[in-house]
């Protein structure tokens, strides 16, 4: 803590005990065992804060009241300080340029490779998770201090993607919400899903080469995991990983150069956002694996890292302003990282320090540029390294799975 106590503070460790409350009213959570309750202390002094401690975990305390997760988190929260100790070790990741494949092409039906913290470190210990990282960090760094409406180059396969995106944009206004009790998880998605993995393959084709028509059997699949799961009626940071692992693979083709990659950002990323903020809030999508209170967002991770380098530099702008409203209205239409925080505001009720405490939290760093580094080292540990998450990454010949002996190999030499 950054805050200072007075050489004449208290030397207690917790305040007097309080008279018992009253019982809580019927829609009001139990009361919890004041056994499970620890009272903050200043680390220098030892005297009691006014800052309330994050709860141990949502199986023994509910999150605030204003705001509470979908489904169960898929780790216990808040994070540990192992996980914070990793992420502020942790190197900045840099930016790689994508090796483009040449005949003969050995495309393949990609599968799931990663069960365990191991096949974790063992992907990113490999080229192609330092790759696939890298291309992340390249599409980061083509935006930087550019607005979405700034002009840029576009080839016809941007155009073509983005024609693809409206498309799936215009099925959503074809199946409407279906008429059901349940407030979440609208199953017309269902159709919607359906539809599209009805035609993906056909949609591919309208901007492969004819020398790369066979590749739709290794990047289909991508595609189709890029917009949630239709049988969980979910989504998150793991399907938005995988339209980032799709793009990767037009990279790894050649079919996206690297001058597209503002375009790739400024353009068919955003499209990407505007279809899958529809999704989230035509068919009630629910996050998958959200980390609740505790997560930067319950959905995605990428639009604030784009955002953040956008920002990097600006003259005005500061990591502070999301709390300008004004700020919010008037430019959220030309920063990823404005339009995340007010899409935020927009679907939560209350304080945003209470229901995005993380973002609250960033918003007290002075630069973009600490913001969009420490967001990096975030993704890569958060999500990028989270067996829950990558356990369903797909690795075919684009995105290989490297044995452990060809490893071991390699070492040697």
């Given at each position: 803590?950054?805050?200072?106590?007075?050489?004449?503070?208290?030397?207690?460790?917790?305040?007097?005990?309080?008279?018992?409350?009253?019982?809580?009213?019927?829609?009001?959570?139990?009361?919890?065992?004041?056994?499970?309750?620890?009272?903050?202390?200043?680390?220098?002094?030892?005297?009691?804060?006014?800052?309330?401690?994050p709860?141990?975990s949502?199986?023994?305390?509910?999150?605030p009241?204003?705001?509470?997760?979908?489904?169960?988190?898929?780790?216990?929260?808040?994070?540990?300080?192992?996980?914070?100790?990793?992420?502020?070790?942790?190197p900045?990741?840099q930016?790689?340029?994508?090796?483009?494949?040449?005949?003969?092409?050995?495309?393949?039906?990609?599968?799931?490779?990663?069960?365990?913290?191991?096949?974790?470190?063992?992907?990113?210990?490999?080229?192609?998770?330092?790759?696939?990282?890298?291309?992340?960090?390249?599409?980061?760094?083509?935006?930087?201090?550019?607005?979405i409406?700034?002009?840029c180059?576009?080839?016809?396969?941007?155009?073509?993607?983005?024609?693809?995106?409206?498309?799936?944009?215009?099925?959503v206004?074809?199946?409407?919400?279906?008429q059901?009790?349940?407030?979440?998880?609208?199953?017309?998605?269902?159709?919607?899903?359906?539809?599209?993995?009805?035609?993906?393959?056909?949609?591919?084709?309208?901007?492969?080469?004819?020398?790369?028509?066979?590749?739709?059997?290794?990047?289909?699949?991508?595609?189709?995991?890029?917009?949630?799961?239709?049988?969980?009626?979910?989504?998150?940071?793991?399907?938005?990983?995988?339209?980032?692992?799709?793009?990767?693979?037009?990279?790894?083709?050649?079919?996206?150069?690297?001058?597209?990659?503002?375009?790739?950002?400024?353009?068919?990323f955003?499209?990407?956002?505007?279809?899958?903020?529809?999704?989230?809030?035509?068919?009630?999508?629910?996050?998958?694996?959200?980390?609740?209170?505790?997560?930067?967002?319950?959905?995605?991770?990428?639009?604030?890292?784009?955002?953040?380098?956008?920002?990097?530099?600006?003259?005005?702008?500061?990591?502070?302003?999301i709390?300008?409203?004004?700020?919010?209205?008037?430019?959220?239409?030309?920063?990823?990282?404005?339009?995340?925080?007010?899409?935020?505001?927009?679907?939560?009720?209350?304080?945003?320090?209470?229901?995005?405490?993380?973002?609250?939290?960033?918003?007290?760093?002075?630069?973009?540029?600490?913001?969009?580094?420490?967001?990096?080292?975030?993704?890569?540990?958060?999500?990028?390294?989270?067996?829950?998450?990558?356990?369903?990454?797909?690795?075919?010949?684009?995105i290989?799975?490297?044995?452990?002996?060809?490893?071991?190999?390699?070492?040697?030499?």
């Amino acid at each position: 803590m950054d805050h200072q106590h007075s050489d004449k503070c208290p030397q207690t460790t917790s305040p007097p005990p309080s008279p018992p409350s009253p019982p809580p009213s019927p829609p009001s959570p139990p009361p919890v065992s004041s056994t499970n309750i620890t009272v903050p202390t200043c680390c220098k002094c030892g005297a009691a804060t006014a800052f309330a401690a994050p709860p141990p975990s949502f199986s023994e305390v509910s999150p605030p009241p204003n705001y509470r997760p979908i489904r169960a988190p898929a780790i216990n929260l808040p994070p540990n300080n192992n996980t914070q100790q990793a992420i502020i070790l942790a190197p900045v990741p840099q930016s790689q340029k994508v090796p483009v494949v040449s005949p003969p092409f050995h495309f393949q039906a990609p599968s799931k490779r990663i069960q365990s913290p191991d096949n974790i470190h063992h992907f990113h210990d490999s080229d192609s998770g330092k790759n696939f990282l890298g291309f992340v960090v390249a599409l980061s760094e083509s935006i930087r201090g550019h607005k979405i409406s700034d002009p840029c180059p576009q080839s016809a396969t941007t155009d073509t993607i983005l024609s693809i995106l409206q498309t799936l944009i215009q099925w959503v206004d074809e199946i409407p919400p279906a008429q059901q009790a349940s407030r979440y998880g609208n199953v017309a998605y269902r159709t919607w899903h359906a539809r599209l993995v009805e035609n993906t393959e056909s949609l591919m084709l309208q901007f492969l080469p004819d020398h790369l028509r066979s590749s739709t059997i290794e990047i289909v699949p991508y595609f189709t995991d890029s917009f949630g799961n239709s049988s969980r009626i979910d989504y998150g940071t793991g399907h938005e990983t995988n339209f980032a692992a799709w793009l990767y693979c037009l990279a790894r083709m050649g079919v996206i150069k690297e001058e597209d990659y503002q375009a790739v950002v400024a353009r068919v990323f955003v499209k990407y956002l505007d279809l899958m903020r529809k999704l989230q809030l035509v068919y009630s999508l629910e996050p998958a694996g959200s980390h609740g209170v505790w997560g930067l967002d319950d959905y995605h991770f990428l639009p604030f890292i784009f955002g953040s380098s956008q920002l990097i530099d600006h003259k005005y702008m500061k990591p502070k302003s999301i709390h300008n409203e004004d700020i919010l209205e008037n430019f959220s239409n030309e920063y990823l990282y404005l339009a995340g925080i007010r899409f935020i505001k927009m679907v939560k009720k209350g304080p945003f320090s209470e229901h995005s405490p993380l973002l609250d939290d960033i918003s007290g760093v002075h630069t973009w540029n600490k913001v969009n580094s420490g967001l990096l080292k975030m993704y890569k540990v958060e999500v990028l390294e989270k067996v829950p998450i990558m356990q369903h990454f797909l690795f075919g010949w684009l995105i290989k799975w490297y044995a452990l002996c060809s490893v071991f190999m390699t070492i040697r030499k």
